[in-house]
T-cell receptor
């Protein structure tokens, strides 16, 4: 069974600081890994998808890396803004249909 | 894409009542998923459809739960004889790709509270 862990559970930083969010998973046989953002009481918004053959993906201020052999992914958010405050979820696709999610990292960016 | 639509947004019910949720996926997305999320946790897989066929169900989906996707379009999730432990956010997602490039698009969810 795939287990996904996100550390830290919560993070508070001043505006402008770079954010580093960590995700680890136990089974390296994956299809892909996705990072999502979730605002309070809302659904999930996909941020980045990294296929198993890739090592990183970038979108604007976001960069995600994948080290499949060690079972780790890191999401970097450059020059954080108050609007980046949300919960960030890591999800691993280990078979044809199922995503296994971590519990998320709740980020607060202080103005 | 108009996005995945879920109704209702919120549902409050008494224990023992039946509830039904609806999900309208992005048009032409052949895969539709149901997930459940409790406070402070990540979503957990419940079931998924490939077109109208329900291909997999989690052991979390007890016999009180049933999901349908008639004609491969919208889907409904029904919970019979609700229990307080059913209180959660029920999320629907859809996709059109398979394999390593599959990207899921989630709706805003239905928040269920069982009193």
């Amino acid at each position: 069974k795939q287990e996904v862990t996100q550390i830290p559970a919560a993070l508070s930083v001043p505006e402008g600081e770079n954010l580093v969010l960590n995700c680890s998973f136990t089974d390296s046989a994956i299809y892909n890994l996705q990072w999502f953002r979730q605002d309070p009481g809302k659904g999930l918004t996909s941020l980045l998808l990294i296929q198993s053959s890739q090592r990183e993906q970038t979108s604007g201020r976001l960069n995600a890396s994948l080290d499949k052999s060690s079972g780790r992914s890191t999401l970097y958010i450059a020059a954080s803004q108050p609007g980046d405050s949300a919960t960030y979820l890591c999800a691993v696709k280990s078979n044809d249909y199922k995503l296994s999610f971590g519990a998320g990292t709740t980020v607060t960016v202080r103005a | 894409d108009t996005g995945v639509s879920q109704n209702p947004r919120h549902k409050i019910t008494k224990r023992g009542q039946n509830v039904t949720f609806r999900c309208d996926p992005i048009s032409e997305h052949n895969r539709l998923y149901w997930y459940r999320q409790t406070l402070g946790q990540g979503p957990e897989f419940l079931t998924y459809f490939q077109n109208e066929a329900q291909l997999e169900k989690s052991r979390l989906l007890s016999d009180r739960f049933s999901a349908e996707r008639p004609k491969g379009s919208f889907s409904t999730l029904e919970i019979q004889r609700t229990e307080q432990g059913d209180s959660a956010m029920y999320l629907c997602a859809s996709s059109r790709e398979e394999g390593s490039n599959e990207k899921l698009f989630f709706g805003s969810g239905t928040q269920l509270s069982v009193l």
